[in-house]
């Protein structure tokens, strides 16, 4: 069982930035596919970027691009995802989540076996 724990939300105005970390459990982080969502008051999730295991890709939606960067630190078990330029539609609970496999899903809640609790990301205008 892989547990997935996000941290770094909190309230930025618009045009800040912020760092959003998860941290798993598990000794193959490394091979995991991790991706982060978000889902907005009153929306769907919606997939925001991943990063394929074993030194894959990383992904990301269109509109995320240019705005957002996926990193991922294997030593510690850890994915980030730095925001910048954040916008008030950027306000959403964001999560993280896992699987063992990549695959050409990788934007699909469906996909994800390892979620985490979210983390609340809110930008004043």
């Known amino acids: 069982q892989v547990q997935l724990v996000e941290s770094g939300g909190g309230l930025v105005q618009a045009g800040g930035s912020l760092r959003l970390s998860c941290t798993a459990s598990g000794r193959t982080f490394a091979a995991y596919t991790m991706a982060w969502f978000r889902r907005a008051p009153g929306k769907e999730r919606e997939f925001v970027a991943a990063?394929?295991?074993?030194?894959?890709?990383?992904l990301y939606a269109d509109s995320m691009k240019g705005r957002f960067t996926m990193s991922r630190d294997n030593a510690k078990n850890t994915v980030y995802l730095q925001m910048n330029s954040l916008k008030s539609e950027d306000t959403a609970v964001y999560y993280c989540a896992g699987q063992r496999w990549f695959s050409s899903a990788y934007a699909s809640i469906h996909t994800y076996d390892y979620w985490g609790q979210g983390t609340q990301v809110t930008v004043s205008s």
């Open positions: 990063s394929a295991g074993s030194g894959g890709s990383t």
